[in-house]
């Protein structure tokens, strides 16, 4: 048990982190916190030990958690405290953490701010948009991003603007510590009606290209420079491999889908054997766009 007397959240131990992820499978947390507001943040980080391990999940729509779980505390923001979405003057829109990327995009095409419809094809939260540097549909997050906010592993607020985010294709380079808590984007004028049938357009294309549907951590591998992870794993023969109950989506060969009873190490060791394939045929070495955290079992 950790001693928190002044925590306002909600803490719970040995806690199932399955049910906070797409993919559905993953060991416990030794303890969950979902801290208040941003002050209950600062007092979670600043009064947990430092040998005390920190991790942040969002959705979980892009983390796989092994089966042997995650050591220490892991940090959800719950929508209360972090949710909020306002839009401001000059056509910015800011968000909580927590908001989902999809709300951002609602909330700024009904306000008239256009360049932030790209979100609407993003099924995370803010937080991981602003790690991942999420992007679709030609937008990414750097392209819009005034400043992020956040605190650090001793509890103190944290502010990086774009150049400090070090922003690369799906990767901020903001210190690994860091947990964001809000965000302050930058749009541009635009018509109501025409960005909502941007985001109408947005949703349709992949409901017909991407199992959106399943349980899955969307794109696994990043797509290397000048190529296609699909292509290549698809040329590695890979579309519908299995191992375990892990599949390789058959829609779009470069998601991996739990059928249903797929362990992380399944669905690890399916990536690991595209991986293999796609080097032994094409010379590529894909790299894990999904981030895994924890142990494996045993
Ligand atoms: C069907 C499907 C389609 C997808 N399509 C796309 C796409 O088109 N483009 C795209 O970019 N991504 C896509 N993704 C991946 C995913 O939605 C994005 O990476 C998203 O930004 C992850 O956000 P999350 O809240 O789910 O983060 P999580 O998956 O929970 O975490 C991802 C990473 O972000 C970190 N993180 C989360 N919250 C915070 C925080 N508050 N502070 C600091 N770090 C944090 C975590 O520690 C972890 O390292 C798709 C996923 C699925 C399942």
Redesign the pocket.
Known sequence: MIDLPAFRGRLSYDTALAPY??FRVGGPADVLASPADEDDLAYLLSALPAEVPV?????????IVRDGGVRGVVIR?GGRGFGAVETAADHRVIAG?AAL?ASVAKAAAEAGIDGLAFLR?????I??????????HGGETRDVLIEAQ?FDRAGRRVRFDKAAMGFSY?HSQAPDD????RAEFQGRPGERAEIEAEMARISAA?EAS???REK????TFKNPPGGKAWQLIDAAGCRGLVVGDAQVSQMHCN?LLNRGAATAADIEALGEEVRRRVLETSGVTLEWEI?R?GYARG
């Open positions: 992820t797409w991790t942040v999940v969002g959705v979980g729509s892009n983390i923001l953490a990327d094809g993003v099924p995370g939260a937080g991981g948009a602003l790690r991942m540097n999420a992007g679709a956040g799906r860091v947990i964001f808590t992949r991407q199992p959106i899955t951590g969307g794109s998601f981030k955290i």
